[in-house]
């Protein structure tokens, strides 16, 4: 049964980086698929934020590409991402997922709470 | 503003059924797959249907999926309180080369 499991701050500080980790547990991130996160805003709902392959293909949503790294470590099975400069418009719950073909997400984390605030 | 466009709400009641209606444009429902999430309160999103209308293991045949050009509707039949929640459908865009949501659909069972 393949697991993830989201860790990281849960309070950032605006103009900072907000780094997030995703550990996949019961399949290896190097067999296939593509690794990402979603976000959610409280009480809005699912933003995109971009996926990457195990060998390095990457796509990031066009209003964040600028501030979002999305990266994969095979070694550890982890998928991570970085966003920087950070606003409150930033604050979400953070969901790491597994992309199948077609971009369906049919495995999610259960998602962590990131408050950007000073 | 979300690419998708979804209905903010629907509601039925118990036993009835319901469809949620999902709108787009040529670059991406018109030339992808659509898939459909349902989200309990307080709980990750759960995908219902991929690839247009598969279902995953596990999920029961209440659950449809259609596309039909620029558009794709999720059909729940036999409604169920347990039903109530948020339903979200997604696809990738060519155009933005990006994944896109729908604003998601609340559904209330009356």
């Known amino acids: 049964q393949v697991q993830l499991q989201e860790s990281g701050p849960g309070l950032v500080k605006p103009s900072e980086t907000l780094s997030l980790t995703c550990a996949v547990f019961g399949y290896s991130i190097s067999s296939g698929y593509y690794w990402g996160w979603i976000r959610q805003p409280p009480g809005k709902g699912l933003e995109w934020i971009g996926n990457?392959?195990?060998?390095?293909?990457?796509y990031y949503n066009p209003s964040l590409e600028s501030r979002v790294t999305i990266s994969v470590d095979t070694s550890k099975n982890q998928v991570s991402l970085k966003l920087s400069s950070v606003t409150a418009a930033d604050t979400a719950v953070y969901y790491c997922?597994?992309?199948?073909?077609?971009?369906?997400?049919?495995?999610w984390g259960q998602g962590t709470m990131v408050t950007v605030s000073s | 503003q979300s690419v998708l466009t979804q209905p903010p709400s629907v509601s039925a009641a118990p036993g009835q059924k319901v469809t949620i209606s999902c709108s787009g444009s040529?670059?991406?429902?018109?030339?992808?797959?659509v898939s459909w999430y349902q989200q309990l309160p307080g709980t990750a999103p759960k995908l219902l249907i991929y690839?247009?209308?598969k279902r995953p293991s596990g999920i029961p045949d209440r659950f449809s999926g259609s596309k039909s050009g620029t558009s794709a509707t999720l059909g729940i039949t036999g409604l169920q309180t347990g039903d109530e929640a948020d339903y979200y459908c997604g696809t990738w865009d060519y155009s933005l080369s990006a994944g896109v949501f729908g604003g998601g659909t609340k559904l209330t069972v009356l």
């Open positions: 040529s670059s991406n429902i018109g030339n992808n797959y």
């Open positions: 997922a597994r992309f199948t073909r077609y971009d369906a997400c049919d495995i």
């Open positions: 690839d247009n209308n």
């Open positions: 990457m392959f195990h060998s390095g293909s990457t």
